[in-house]
């Protein structure tokens, strides 16, 4: 029997507050509102860590990563009613052995920011 992969996209609409937009607009230079709607679409497909699941709290754990694009994502999700309502999230670049397109663009990124 194989166990499918839940996405946070199946398990209700999903909602991301204002601090959650403001941490990933400052992280990659971008407007609220552009974040918000990038952050959702990353967050549809964010799938739960083996270790978060069937856990009982207040708060979910999610995490997306996506090495085309180069990030990996870990949100804290609480549910109100059919909502999933992303409240914080912690973003790292996604690291690769391989130096595809997403290391250069993070590695601009990051010298830009550090400058």
């Given amino acids: 029997m194989t166990d499918e992969i839940r996405r946070l996209g199946q398990t209700g609409n999903v909602y991301v507050t204002y601090a959650a937009a403001k941490a990933y607009a400052q992280e ?3 407007e609220i509102e552009p974040a918000r709607r990038e952050l959702t679409a990353h967050l549809v ?8 699941r069937g856990r009982e ?6 995490r997306r990563r996506n090495k085309a694009a180069g990030i990996d994502i870990t949100a804290r999700v609480v549910r109100e009613g059919p909502l999933a309502v992303v409240v914080a999230i912690n973003v790292r670049d996604h690291v690769t052995t391989e130096r595809g397109p997403a290391y250069w663009r993070n590695r601009e990124r990051r010298r830009n920011r550090d400058r």
């Fill in 28 to 30: 990659y230079d971008l």
């Fill in 45 to 52: 497909m964010a799938s739960q860590p083996e270790s978060e």
């Fill in 57 to 62: 709290g207040p708060q979910e754990v999610w």
